[in-house]
């Protein structure tokens, strides 16, 4: 059974999402698909817009056979890590043969050439990153400006022509050469590919076409419309609509960062500059102006994560920084649950959310050739990584409208979502 993995956060799924994972398929000659997915708080330092059940539970109606939670260690980290976890899940369940990712330059041959060379860590490289920081620029441009300039140096021939400057700084091929980087550096032997993203950008917030629209569209239509499913029907699958109108009936949906204020205000308010500047994630002195950022807000009222974003944000902290740095101070993830010595040997479990027929002969092979163990229930023995995992769960429950018990402790009792 040739498998192919992809890489996803589904918030929500989409029928751009749809047409990924059919050319994933296609062009690896796929029989089946594992999805590696993030949990309950994302990539860009957002709470993901639904809960990562009913995620997974899209991801097996549109085909996926076997989903794996991407550890919030790796979910809510710039893009080197969160590649790096991904990419480690799907090396370590030992039956994925090739990796599909989307890209908005639909071509791999650059990204392969300029992954070789990163995934050495040159010292030269990490001289121009340093360059272009002491400029004042966030660290993600900094990057993209010092992977430009060791582009220009590079010979590069026919088989592999040298990107432009605007194609190196477009975040899905930056992601995608994070994730070759990681394939690079766990020397693993996965096939990489990738397809063009079309229609619709990463980051595009109005939809520009009748049936695709980016994930961040379709949320502000719906956050924009008080979750009025018609303004986004066109733009998801009728399993995601209804998944999706169960959720808010249920009081389970739509969570954003509102969701939280008080919990996140609470914290700013009762830590010391010294307790904060202990969370992953705070650095650079930012524990002052975050707390200085609570007092500061002109409102009557408690502030908003919103305006606590726009009165922190700089041209060196990025908005995508600090949401990452309010999500580690929301879960209480201190610098040193998340040492680089834990992050450098990737995910240390797959965790099961949910699998098809398929997946579960998926799962019957994985425990010959899985390098780490495979987790379909909880028990008492939880490693450190799987209980930040477990807490995170548990926090997210609180944005709900009337959380119960079951909710908060929802990953000791929901099994693997089977189709």
């Known amino acids: 059974?040739?498998?192919?993995?992809?890489?996803?956060?589904?918030?929500?799924?989409?029928?751009?999402?749809?047409?990924?994972?059919?050319?994933?398929?296609?062009?690896?000659?796929?029989?089946?698909?594992?999805?590696?997915?993030?949990?309950?708080?994302?990539q860009r330092g957002e709470p993901a817009l639904l809960n990562k059940w009913a995620r997974t539970e899209m991801a097996l109606r549109m085909g996926a056979d076997l989903v794996i939670e991407l550890p919030v260690a790796f979910s809510a980290q710039p893009a080197e890590w969160f590649a790096y976890g991904a990419v480690s899940a799907l090396e370590?369940?030992?039956?994925?043969?090739?990796?599909?990712?989307?890209?908005?330059?639909?071509?791999?041959?650059?990204?392969?050439?300029?992954?070789?060379?990163?995934?050495?860590?040159?010292?030269?490289?990490?001289?121009?990153?340093?360059?272009?920081?002491?400029?004042?620029?966030?660290?993600?441009?900094?990057?993209?400006?010092?992977?430009?300039r060791l582009s220009a140096e590079l010979r590069w021939d026919a088989a592999a022509e040298p990107p432009s400057a605007e194609a190196m700084s477009q975040p899905n091929n930056t992601l995608g050469l994070h994730y070759l980087i990681a394939l690079e550096r766990i020397h693993s032997r996965i096939e990489p590919f990738t397809i063009a993203r079309s229609k619709a950008g990463?980051?595009?917030?109005?939809?520009?076409?009748?049936?695709?629209?980016?994930a961040t569209a379709i949320r502000k239509l719906l956050l924009e419309t008080g979750s009025d499913m018609q303004s986004i029907?066109?733009?998801?699958?009728?399993?995601?609509?209804?998944?999706?109108?169960?959720?808010?009936?249920?009081?389970?949906a739509p969570i954003t960062w509102d969701?939280?204020?008080?919990?996140?205000?609470?914290?700013?308010?009762?830590?010391?500059?010294?307790?904060?500047?202990?969370?992953?994630?705070?650095t650079e002195g930012l524990e002052h102006r975050m707390i200085q950022a609570v007092s500061s807000v002109a409102s009557h009222y408690i502030p908003s994560v919103e305006q606590l974003l726009d009165k922190m944000k700089t041209k060196r902290y990025t908005r995508t920084k600090l949401q990452r740095t309010l999500t580690r101070i929301l879960l209480d993830h201190a610098k040193s649950d998340l040492p680089r010595t834990i992050l450098r040997q990737g995910a240390p479990y797959l965790r099961?959310?949910?699998?098809?027929?398929?997946?579960?002969?998926?799962?019957?092979?994985?425990?010959?050739?899985?390098?780490?163990?495979?987790?379909?229930?909880?028990?008492?023995?939880?490693?450190?990584l799987l209980q930040l995992d477990v807490k995170a769960a548990s926090a997210y429950a609180l944005g709900y409208r009337s959380p119960t018990r079951e909710d908060l402790l929802r990953d000791y009792i929901e099994p693997p979502i089977q189709l």
């Open 1 to 42: 059974m040739r498998t192919v993995g992809i890489i996803v956060e589904y918030n929500p799924l989409h029928n751009g999402h749809v047409h990924h994972f059919a050319e994933s398929k296609r062009h690896t000659g796929a029989d089946a698909v594992v999805a590696v997915m993030s949990g309950h708080f994302l």
């Open 259 to 282: 969701s939280f204020t008080r919990i996140v205000v609470h914290r700013l308010l009762t830590s010391t500059p010294d307790r904060l500047a202990g969370i992953y994630e705070v």
């Open 202 to 214: 990463y980051r595009q917030t109005e939809p520009t076409d009748k049936v695709i629209a980016s």
């Open 92 to 148: 370590h369940t030992g039956v994925v043969d090739a990796l599909c990712f989307g890209s908005e330059s639909g071509d791999i041959r650059w990204l392969r050439k300029l992954a070789g060379v990163l995934a050495r860590e040159p010292e030269s490289f990490q001289a121009l990153v340093k360059q272009e920081l002491k400029t004042g620029i966030s660290y993600p441009k900094a990057y993209t400006a010092a992977v430009a």
């Open 352 to 384: 099961i959310l949910g699998f098809s027929a398929a997946g579960r002969q998926l799962l019957k092979r994985m425990k010959h050739t899985a390098a780490v163990p495979v987790i379909t229930r909880l028990g008492n023995d939880i490693p450190s």
């Open 233 to 252: 029907e066109p733009y998801i699958p009728s399993y995601t609509a209804e998944i999706i109108q169960r959720e808010i009936e249920a009081g389970h």
